[in-house]
């Protein structure tokens, strides 16, 4: 190993490299703040340099900034085969080692498919080291070949028993978004360390490979120094500046590391602005792109990554050289740059999805969930920097480091409608992401559980299951699990965890067979995988899960959804279960290969399992074989039974309805004070007595109004027999006369004149007066009485006063003075709570319907739930690669536009009802009465959640149910086209099948062609 070493202060060796080096030295230990010190044995001597560890860095960091993507990862993989054959063949020449690499390189053209580029570049990595493994020429057993398979297929992977659940499943996915960046510095630096000292080799690679790159692997640290690429992310000449000065170094050096992540967040807020650019273009729901928005949208990607893995490349360098004077240090810088490309790269190459939501080609690597778990990992990478007892971040690091999280909150503000649309789950999660960041970001440690408890919402077991048995069983299965991680974590990695100790035959045979015997047959068997039965669906998926209920599902699909008979799969083992007993195979296989090569049988069998899996549920999507419809008949049949229940619940939803106030114009869910026909236009000219008929009606004093009190006129529309009346009264008052008159004497009587307006409504016949206008005129004699001249004898009434002084007199008066009793709220109010009584009455009907069994809604309901769990589980399975492709199936079936069904946790259909019952209702009565509320507004909407009633509908009928109703018709018939769609792609050739499963089977066929080889 070549060293070097300076001390500052005195002349140093020239050369521009060795300035630049003693600057970027410098740029990187700063970038950690206060994290880089001088250790004891260089404190007067300087930074011992390795140089070939940097050149192998310097070198890898230009390989990487210019072979990106899927052709990249092509040229890699060549130049791995090439140094491979190498050393397996060191006695080969130029014109030998160039043949194998042109051989490879046809090898791998003939073989990539159109599907195969659109896999994550984790996936294509390993495909093409299955492409080495399965051709003679592969150089699949030299050392370094050997070393990329431990590194990849056989890495042990975390929460792999949970790779069934989607969010899990993004969280493995990320696991090999990190594997890639391993495998290009393996790579690239074993070629720069070969190129160093094999001319025969580097004329070779640089004829087929450097010519293309304009570089050469012998090239010098000078030369890779120079590089234009690297100079644009780091300002060397700002640290030479410097250089005689530590503590300006320090300085100018931490200032380069802060700049250069700066200028990934830079990065990442234009693919935020893409990305909400692209969602406000091509919503989920909405106008669909064009294949020149597409081609445009990568071609802003693929320009934007260039320079992101060129910053990966820079950052790396950084890492490198501050490990040369702090490894610690070296490692924190290695971890902060990592993790910025890793957020950078995730959200950057999750742009196509959006921009091709409806073409086949378009969803490519980055899925919704694969980009939730790229996120989640970079700040899992994050989280051992904030430790307490890592060391503290300078402040500008940190800076930038608070800049990343508001990245992710500004992508989670801008995309929060279509992550809400497409999965439940995701809003959730990207909260929870900024939560465990600002949680980092106080110092304390992110943990898998704080993860999990986020992201992992399992649904509660139905009543049916027991709750000691519920927990009975889970220990069971919990020990099944146990058993084969103790395998696992006492044999795998046992070289390493030893010393280098190497397992013994035995050892490996013993620990083999326990791992093939659990993965073929202690997976089909319970309490693992759930026995053909006639149990509740709900009640077995909730269980066991739809990875432990294959051979249930396919019974009951041949049973009651017209599965053809022939279809018949039996023990079937639980997919998790599978998946971790054949990942313990694997990894001890890759770790292994000299004892696996001894053993025939072992691989096939449990691949053999897992292709019962993958078998299994192809026949849930298995396509008709012809006729206009290719969806087969169990999806048909499934998606006309939700029809038929949630016409059925639309029907009794009506019928409930009809029993309460109806007339065109009016609606109890509108409030009370709604405008409805019927009601007078004007204040009326002529007032009517209030109880005699026949009296001569009075001109309305202007004073005496009515049209304002808008609750009592839907009233008396709404309500039968309640009309509002505006009536006048008159009588004498403040009459003087004799108490008892004599009737032998004459007597008068004085009195003066009441005159009362009046708004009433009457209520069951009964008149409940709401405003009364009232004014009481000086008259005089009203009465005289003669016994002895009866012609004498008269008297007036107050009608016919009325008729002789209202008109000229007594009316402005009254407009002028008459006094107001207003009880207007009180007569508002009980006009309110009659109204919002119907309302309130009819949704707590509708509740008590659905929750109790033997009523026909509730019947209803509990098949649609059904069915929906159905449709859910047998596309999960069935449909699993389209799942991942294809936005607008889950998001109609999983996310937020879901068939509405009372499902995962969340009462779709019943839990709208519930709070609209609530909104009106203060409680029910034992008599099932809806105590209404007195509050003025009551709605149906308020306090409801969006994501489960987002229709926005004029309530001319019940909102809760017209939503139900539209979104219950056409969101089944955008799955049903979304799944015909898939089923013609199948009949097509297409193969469908589970990706993780699909991958194990992959990795072990891989893995077994090695160890045979």
Not at 56 to 81: D, I, P, V
Request: hydrophobic share 40%; aromatic share 8%; charged share 20%.
């Amino acid at each position: 190993m070549t060293t070097r070493k300076y001390g500052f202060g005195r002349a140093r060796p020239g050369g521009r490299w060795r300035r630049a080096l003693a600057a970027l030295l410098v740029a990187a230990t700063a970038a950690t703040g206060n994290l880089v010190t001088a250790a004891a044995g260089h404190a007067a001597s300087g930074v011992v340099i390795q140089e070939d560890v940097l050149r192998a860095q310097l070198f890898g960091s230009y390989m990487r900034s210019r072979t990106n993507g899927h052709e990249g990862l092509k040229n890699l993989w060549l130049s791995a085969e090439l140094l491979g054959h190498r050393q397996l063949h060191p006695q080969a020449t130029q014109q030998q080692l160039l043949q194998h690499v042109v051989q490879m390189n046809d090898v791998y053209n003939s073989r990539i498919k159109a599907a195969d580029l659109e896999r994550p570049l984790y996936q294509f990595m390993v495909k093409l080291l299955d492409f080495s493994a399965q051709h003679p020429a592969g150089s699949i057993p030299a050392p370094i070949m050997k070393e990329l398979i431990e590194s990849t297929v056989g890495r042990q992977l975390e929460n792999y028993g949970g790779m069934v659940d989607e969010i899990h499943a993004s969280q493995f996915r990320n696991a090999f978004f990190t594997q890639v960046y391993q495998v290009q510095e393996r790579v690239w630096g074993e070629i720069a360390r070969r190129g160093a000292s094999d001319a025969t080799f580097t004329a070779a690679w640089n004829s087929y490979l450097g010519v293309r790159f304009n570089v050469s692997a012998d090239a010098t640290t000078d030369q890779l120094l120079a590089d234009p690429l690297l100079a644009a992310y780091v300002n060397t000449q700002a640290l030479l500046d410097h250089s005689a000065n530590l503590e300006l170094y320090l300085r100018e050096g931490n200032a380069a590391l802060s700049e250069l992540l700066a200028q990934l967040n830079t990065r990442l807020s234009e693919s935020n602005t893409q990305a909400s650019n692209l969602n406000v273009s091509f919503p989920v729901v909405g106008p669909n792109p064009t294949q020149t928005d597409l081609d445009r949208a990568r071609a802003q990607v693929q320009q934007r990554q260039q320079w992101i893995d060129g910053a990966a490349g820079a950052l790396r360098v950084l890492s490198t050289l501050v490990g040369f004077a702090d490894e610690k240090a070296g490692k924190a810088v290695a971890t902060t740059g990592t993790a910025a490309v890793q957020i950078a790269t995730a959200v950057n190459q999750w742009i196509p999805s959006i921009a091709g939501k409806t073409l086949n080609q378009a969803l490519t690597s980055m899925s919704t969930l694969v980009l939730a778990g790229n996120l989640i990992g970079a700040l899992q990478t994050l989280a051992p920097l904030f430790l307490r007892t890592a060391p503290t971040l300078d402040e500008q690091i940190l800076a930038q480091v608070l800049e990343l999280k508001e990245r992710i909150v500004q992508l989670e503000s801008n995309m929060n409608t279509r992550f809400d649309r497409i999965e439940n789950a995701l809003v959730e999660i990207y909260k929870g992401m900024t939560l465990q960041f600002d949680e980092l970001l106080k110092g304390q440690r992110l943990t898998h559980e704080q993860l999990a408890q986020i992201i992992r919402n399992l649904s509660d077991l139905t009543a049916k299951v027991d709750f000691w048995g519920e927990n009975i069983f889970l220990s069971l299965k919990a020990d099944k699990f146990q058993g084969v991680e103790r395998i696992i974590n006492q044999w795998v990695g046992y070289r390493t965890a030893t010393g280098g100790r190497e397992m013994t035959w035995p050892e490996y045979w013993q620990a083999a067979t326990d791992l093939e015997f659990a993965a073929e047959t202690t997976s089909t068997q319970a309490p693992l995988a759930a026995p053909v039965s006639d149990h509740d669906v709900s009640t077995v998926l909730n269980t066991y899960g739809p990875g432990g209920a294959l051979a249930y599902l396919n019974a009951y699909a041949r049973r009651n959804l017209e599965l053809p008979a022939g279809s018949v799969a039996t023990k079937v083992p639980d997919v998790e279960y599978w998946l971790l007993a054949a990942e313990g195979y694997k990894m001890l296989v890759a770790q292994n290969p000299d004892h696996a090569r001894g053993v025939t049988g072992q691989a096939e069998a449990v691949m053999g399992a897992g292709q019962h899996i993958q078998a299994t549920v192809r026949m849930f999507s298995q396509p008709q074989e012809s006729g206009p419809v290719r969806l087969n008949k169990m999806f048909v049949k499934l998606l006309d039974n939700y029809d038929r229940h949630t016409q059925a619940m639309t029907a009794e939803f009506t019928r409930f309805a009809q029993t309460y106030p109806s007339r065109p114009g009016y609606s109890v869910f509108l409030p009370a004070n709604q405008t409805v026909p019927e009601k007078p236009t004007a204040e009326p000219s002529a007032v009517a007595h209030c109880s005699r008929s026949g009296v001569a009606t009075r001109s309305r004093p202007a004073n005496v109004v009515s049209l304002d009190l808008q609750e009592l006129w839907v009233t008396q529309y709404a309500r039968p027999n309640t009309p509002v009346q505006v009536c006048y009264e008159t009588s004498w008052t403040n009459t003087v006369g004799p108490e008892e008159p004599d009737p032998d004497r004459p007597y008068a009587v004085y009195a003066d004149l009441s005159v009362r307006f009046k708004v009433q409504q009457v209520w069951n016949g009964q008149p409940v007066v709401v405003r009364q206008w009232s004014k009481v005129f000086p008259y005089g004699q009203i009465q005289q009485y003669n016994p002895n001249n009866p012609g004498q004898s008269w008297s007036v009434s107050t009608d016919s006063v009325m008729n002789a002084r209202w008109q000229s007199t007594y009316r402005v008066q009254f407009e002028q003075s008459a006094e107001l009793s207003d009880n207007s709220e009180a007569g508002r109010r009980k006009a309110r709570e009659w109204h919002y009584q119907q309302a309130g009455q009819y949704y707590t009907d509708v509740v008590s319907a659905l929750n109790t069994p033997g009523t026909r809604l509730h019947e209803e309901n509990r098949k649609l739930t059904e069915t929906v769990l159905l449709l859910q589980t047998y596309t999960k399975l069935g449909f699993a690669q389209t799942r991942e492709h294809d936005d607008i199936l889950t998001q109609h079936l999983y996310g937020n536009d879901r068939m509405p069904a009372d499902v995962a946790g969340v009462a779709q259909v019943t839990q709208p009802f519930l709070v609209a019952r609530n909104n009106y209702c203060a409680s029910v009565d034992g008599d099932g009465r809806c105590v209404v509320k007195g509050d003025a507004l009551l709605s149906p909407r308020t306090g409801q959640d969006q994501r489960l009633l987002p229709c926005d509908l004029p309530e001319v009928r019940d909102p809760i149910e017209a939503c139900f109703a539209i979104a219950s018709y056409w969101r089944p018939k955008v799955v049903r086209d979304r799944l015909e769609v898939a089923s013609v792609r199948i009949a097509g050739g297409f193969q469908e099948g589970l990706p993780a499963v699909d991958y194990m089977i992959q990795s072990i066929t891989t893995l077994d062609a090695v160890s045979k080889r």
